[in-house]
């Protein structure tokens, strides 16, 4: 396309062995911005995203749309990393890398002979990141597990839910969200470093440690005034009203902030109701916390009658802070976010066409590189012959006797 600039991470060459959702997402920005990204894994055991639904029409290891959103751009090689066979090819492709990924638990590519030293001595100038539930270092290094666990652990939970009820967590596992930022970020940086210096590095990434990043509030309050946080649903120390609040249809919600006085009396307004500004419960920020539960059951009233989009439509038009509560049918018929090409539609070989949402950002002169996600072991031919030089007999023989697999 004349005018594109080339991909900032062309010529960067990935030998990726993440699965699940931290992992993964880290190499799909890398993917979907030139690198040329080798997802190792097997057939054995698959990927769990592989196998989590939802699926483009029947259930299987090539047809889950959640895989497809987190592998676009890859290449997938078929490995049985239980086969030493099997092993010295992933040792080739360390030594083809410019970059190592995995994000098992601590100490699992140490079996494989994978692990950073043996990386180091098979390619001195790689760069290789590891991404564990706490790192690769402590008491508490070896622990297994997966995102849900953790952000238990890691104390979303603790704040995530209703004062009265059992500790929620967020719907998604959070810190699964959080790490791949810091990961890339680091990954990015250790290019730039070697780019200098021509010396790799080992990336000892903790999920538990990016995920505490985001409740520096609730932690800073523990060390300095000794309070634990609590859960307060949908509450805040700094607006009221402040909820969701049912709107008509079936599930629709609009979320609804007011942090001053002046957006209190444009609610009023907007609601119909000014005389609620001079009420005595609700004339100031404070009273109006402490009435919160008669303020959200007459706001309720009013937006109950009314459409989402149209609750928030007016209420911005009013200056007064409020969101619609997005369905993944609203986010894809999002004005803006269709202006901003957020979703690529790509036609997969099983999945037929589907879209995959690309980076929150945009990089002037540059359109992503996004294509679908592979097949498994689509790409074994490619990576064996093309990228490791594989004589096509060898090849053969490590298919047949199931090292491919």
Same mark, same amino acid.
């Given at each position: ?10 010529g ?6 993440c699965?699940a959702?931290?992992g993964p ?9 030139g690198a040329?990204?080798v997802k190792?894994e ?5 990927d ?16 889950s749309?959640?895989?497809?959103i ?11 990393l239980k ?11 360390v030594?083809w *890398? $410019? ?10 590519? !140490?079996?494989?002979?994978?692990d950073?030293?043996? #990386? +180091? ?30 952000q ?8 995530t839910?209703w ?23 680091a ?16 990336i ?20 300095v005034?000794?309070r634990d ?6 509450? *805040? $120390?700094?607006a ?8 008509? !249809? ?7 902030? #007011? +942090? ?8 009023c ?24 539960t008669?303020?959200d059951?007459?706001i309720?009233e009013?937006?109950k009658?009314?459409?989402?989009r149209q609750?928030?439509e ?29 979703f ?16 929150a ?14 097949l ?9 012959r ?5 004589s ?5 023989e ?8």
């Open positions: 396309m004349s005018g594109v600039k080339r991909l900032p991470l062309a960067v060459k990935v030998a990726d062995f699965w959702i931290a997402t880290t190499t799909k920005y890398l993917a979907i911005y040329q990204v190792i097997t057939h054995s055991r698959p769990s995203t592989r196998i989590s639904p939802p699926f483009a029409g029947k259930p299987g290891r090539n047809s749309l959640h895989f497809g987190l592998a676009p751009s890859k290449l997938s090689v078929s490995l049985n086969d030493p066979r099997a092993q010295e090819i992933a040792k080739r492709l030594a *890398a $410019d970059v190592v990924t995995e994000n098992f638990s601590a100490g699992q590519m !140490g079996e494989w002979g994978l950073y030293e043996n #990386v +180091r001595k098979l390619n001195p100038k790689a760069i290789m990141l590891s991404s564990s539930q706490q790192g690769q270092t402590g008491p508490h290094a070896g622990h297994p597990g997966l995102g849900g666990m953790l238990a652990l890691t104390g979303f939970n603790h704040f839910g004062p009265d009820r059992e500790p929620l967590g967020p719907a998604l596992p959070l810190p699964d969200m959080i790490a791949p930022w810091f990961s890339i970020i990954i990015v940086a250790a290019l730039e470093q070697r780019t200098r210096t021509g010396q790799g590095q080992y000892d990434l903790s999920q538990l440690e990016a995920g505490l990043q985001f409740l520096a509030p609730g932690i800073l309050d523990y060390t005034n000794g946080g609590e859960r307060r649903g949908n509450h *805040a $120390d700094h009221a009203p402040h909820n969701a609040y049912r709107c008509q !249809g079936d599930d629709r919600w609009c979320a609804i902030s #007011v +942090r001053s006085d002046p957006e209190w009396q444009a609610l307004e907007a609601m119909g109701r000014s005389e609620l500004a001079k009420d005595a419960r609700f004339d100031t920020m404070l009273k109006r916390m402490q009435h919160s008669a303020l059951a007459i309720t009013w937006t009658q009314r459409d989402a609750v928030m007016m209420l911005q038009a009013a200056g007064v802070p409020a969101g619609l509560v997005a369905t993944g049918r609203d986010l894809h018929e999002d004005p803006q976010l269709r202006h901003r090409k957020h690529i539609t790509v036609d997969h070989a099983r999945m037929g066409q589907y879209p995959i949402d690309a980076a950002f945009r990089i002037s002169g540059i359109e992503p590189d996004v294509r679908p996600a592979p498994l072991g689509e790409h074994n031919e490619f990576v064996l093309e990228l490791l030089k594989m096509e007999g060898e090849y053969q490590l298919m047949n006797a199931g090292v491919c697999s």
